[in-house]
């Protein structure tokens, strides 16, 4: 399957769960636009409880909402007017290219459980079938079983990985990583850090100092800042990213478990709430199942003719 069909499968519970609402609303929309009536309280009510439902998050709802009502007196379609609203919300959000650094240093940060190791075992594997030598570092050495896991994916994707002993300072790891990384020629380097909870300070102090050591050991590093996000907690990743990017500077968003929650809205709420661009989704538990993230078709696969 093409990217967009695969994205549009990893969206299904969410369709699933909003579908037959929807096409009620719009039903109900079209008939009223039919008697040159505007799109009525009601149908305004409808359309909000049900963008909540999907997690598209209280601001971005009354954002559409707004846009909704202001417009929906010049003979669009209920459809086209969310669809284009939520076009615009992805519109706000800067993705900056790659800098052009090599080796390119990415740090992969988040808490426990977001699927943070096997995403980065996927994205090496993604990286590597586009023509790219990815280099992992396992600079969790916080778990036990953090790095014996992540050589596990590494060994799948089939690249190189940096290791160290359990308990040794992360950010010399991190430092002997981009070393060997440019010794070996390898471009990215993938760095797993420890899956911090965002409220222990010293952890999050550890990150700071991962960061000051990777811009000693390249220019720039780290370039890139990937927080994972759980997309089946939905509203509480936005206050996980809020904390991770104060101290991280976390620069994308990898959205994972989508396949797993009817609450994919919670892909709008992090583009209007956070200005954070998303650069991979996971659509499922195999090593080819994180795929880039394209706006323009999450917003076809969620509005495809019918839901």
């Known amino acids: 399957m093409g990217f967009i069909d695969r994205l549009r499968e990893g969206l299904t519970r969410t369709k699933q769960q909003i579908v037959s609402r929807f096409e009620e609303i719009v039903q109900q929309a079209d008939e009223g636009e039919q008697r040159t009536r505007p799109i009525t309280v009601d149908t305004i009510e409808a359309l909000e409880e049900l963008l909540i439902s999907?997690?598209?998050g209280l601001p971005a709802t009354e954002r559409i909402v707004t846009a909704v009502r202001s417009r929906s007196r010049h003979g669009e379609s209920l459809r086209d007017l969310v669809k284009d609203e939520i076009r615009q919300i992805f519109d706000g959000v800067e993705s900056p290219a790659p800098n052009g650094h090599k080796?390119?240093?990415t740090l992969i940060v988040g808490v426990?459980?977001?699927g943070k190791t096997t995403t980065i075992g996927k994205l090496a594997n993604l990286l590597?079938?586009?023509g790219k030598t990815p280099l992992v570092c396992a600079a969790d050495t916080f778990r036990a079983a953090a790095v014996e896991q992540l050589e596990i994916w590494a060994k799948r994707a089939g690249v190189d990985i940096v290791r160290a002993n359990e308990g040794s300072d992360p950010a010399s790891v991190v430092f002997d990583?981009?070393?060997s990384g440019k010794a070996r020629g390898r471009d990215p380097i993938l760095v797993d850090t420890a899956g911090r909870l965002h409220t222990r300070v010293n952890l999050m102090n550890e990150l700071e100092k991962i960061r000051r050591v990777a811009a000693r050991a390249a220019e720039g590093a780290p370039h890139e800042v990937l927080l994972v996000l759980d997309a089946t907690v939905g509203q509480n990743g936005l206050q996980q990213a809020r904390e991770f990017t104060s101290?991280?500077?976390v620069t994308g968003i990898v959205l994972t478990k989508l396949d797993g929650t009817a609450?994919?809205?919670?892909?709008?709420?992090?583009?209007?709430?956070?200005?954070?661009?998303?650069?991979y989704v996971?659509?499922?538990e195999g090593i080819d199942d994180l795929i880039p993230f394209s706006p323009q078709d999450y917003v076809e696969a969620l509005f495809q003719e019918k839901w």
């Open 54 to 56: 999907a997690d598209v």
């Open 103 to 105: 080796p390119q240093v």
């Open 112 to 114: 426990n459980g977001t």
């Open 128 to 130: 590597k079938a586009s």
């Open 177 to 179: 990583a981009i070393q």
């Open 247 to 249: 101290v991280a500077g």
């Open 263 to 279: 609450k994919g809205g919670v892909a709008v709420s992090i583009a209007h709430d956070l200005k954070l661009p998303i650069r």
């Open 282 to 284: 996971g659509v499922g």
